[in-house]
Nanobody
Framework: QVQLVESGGGLVQAGGSLRLSCEAS????????MAWYRQAPGKQRELLAS???????DYADSVKGRFTISRDNAKNTVYLQMNSLKPEDTGVYYC?????????WGQGTQVTVSS
């Protein structure tokens, strides 16, 4: 069974940093682009960052320069390093493929940034 499990969220003050992790089971990780998404309170889920199997990255304008996506193919894990966090970064963070696959949405990890 293919699963994506996110971790690393928490409460942080504005300007702080967090590192999120997403571990993937099954064979999907090795052949697909992975991505991080965020669902802020009252808003639709949005794509934040993606990374191909070869390491090419892409970022939403809202996080460019502050967030860094990376992956460890040997560990089937994708990371999101988040720096200079802002209150508007608050939300539930999910990983998935890019493009996303509905059945792979997990519980996500909550990030709360206080002002």
């Amino acid at each position: 069974q293919v699963q994506l499990v996110e971790s690393g969220g928490g409460l942080v003050q504005a300007g702080g940093s967090l590192r999120l992790s997403c571990e993937a089971s099954g064979n999907i990780f090795r052949v697909n682009a992975m991505a991080w998404y965020r669902q802020a309170p009252g808003k639709q889920r949005e794509l934040l960052a993606s990374i191909t199997r070869g390491g090419n990255t892409d970022y939403a304008d809202s996080v460019k320069g502050r967030f860094t996506i990376s992956r460890d193919n040997a560990k089937n894990t994708v990371y999101l390093q988040m720096n200079s966090l802002k209150p508007e970064d608050t939300g539930v963070y999910y990983c998935n493929l890019r493009p996303s696959v509905g059945v792979l949405w997990g519980q996500g990890t909550q990030v709360t940034v206080s002002s």
